[in-house]
């Protein structure tokens, strides 16, 4: 809830200190109808602080996308078994964002917000990579524009991969970011976000990892630069 209701200042003009506006981070615009399910309903309120709802220890917690640090290592010590590593494709790398929401100054009719990187456009050799999002429980331009800018930036830190580690691994819960350093991938504290917990019939733990980068929440960087392969292994395509 803090985190939610933490006033920040959004950049209408990333860079620009003259065309900027201050608001909670959060808000939720929702009208929930008892006819839709519950289920329904919840992933209404969890769109409007990008949060997730993750099962352990018996309970349902609250996890809300947002900065964090890394509170596990993975190393070639607790790592056992092989890889499974998925790299970042045009299906999931986009240069523009668009996001259908509800505008209030037009009587509550549908509206459109689009967040589009001139930088990426360029990366991708000027081919247009678009996701559509909906955002029907946030009913301020700014906020939308702010959502969109971090999944358009997310969309550059795609990597994921799964890896087998010891049953230190159940240290971790859904969500948590941790490092990852190996010499097969050529990582070195690379930081991933775990976003699967498998326990398997050996006593070692399967673990589902997409990359976690802070640049994804800094609304001043949205589209300055590209994100770098995160490896130490020289390019493939350099002979």
């Not at 190393?75 to 790299?87: A, F, K, M, R």
């Not at 299906?91 to 509206?111: E, G, H, K, L, M």
């Not at 081919?127 to 550059?156: W, Y």
Request: with cysteine; hydrophobic share 35%; net charge negative.
């Amino acid at each position: 809830a803090n985190y939610c209701d933490q006033v920040i200042t959004i950049p209408l003009i990333p860079g620009s200190a003259l065309f900027e506006i201050n608001q909670r981070r959060y808000a939720c615009d929702a009208l929930l109808s008892p006819e839709d399910t519950a289920l329904d309903n919840l992933k209404v309120l969890l769109g409007t602080c990008r949060g997730a709802l993750v099962f352990s220890g018996g309970l349902y917690k609250l996890k809300i996308d947002k900065p964090e640090v890394s509170t596990f290592s993975l190393t070639e010590d607790n790592i056992v078994g092989g890889w499974n590593i998925q790299l970042e494709s045009s299906q999931s790398r986009f240069n523009r964002v668009t996001a259908n929401w509800i505008n209030p100054n037009t009587r509550y009719q549908d509206d459109v917000g689009i967040v589009d990187s001139a930088t990426f456009l360029i990366a991708d050799d000027d081919e247009l990579l678009e996701a559509k999002i909906d955002l029907p429980a946030t009913c301020n331009p700014f906020r939308v524009g702010h959502i969109a800018g971090m999944v358009l930036r997310q969309s550059r830190y795609s990597l994921q991969c799964e890896v087998t580690c010891t049953i230190e691994g159940l240290t971790c819960e859904v969500f948590d970011v941790i490092s990852v350093t190996h010499e097969t991938p050529g990582w070195t504290n690379q930081l991933f976000r775990v976003m699967g917990i498998t326990l398997e019939s050996d006593d070692q733990v399967r673990l589902q990892l997409t990359q976690y980068a802070d640049d994804v929440y800094d609304l001043d960087s949205q589209n300055e630069e590209d994100s770098p392969p995160p490896t130490a292994l020289p390019d493939p395509r350099v002979v």
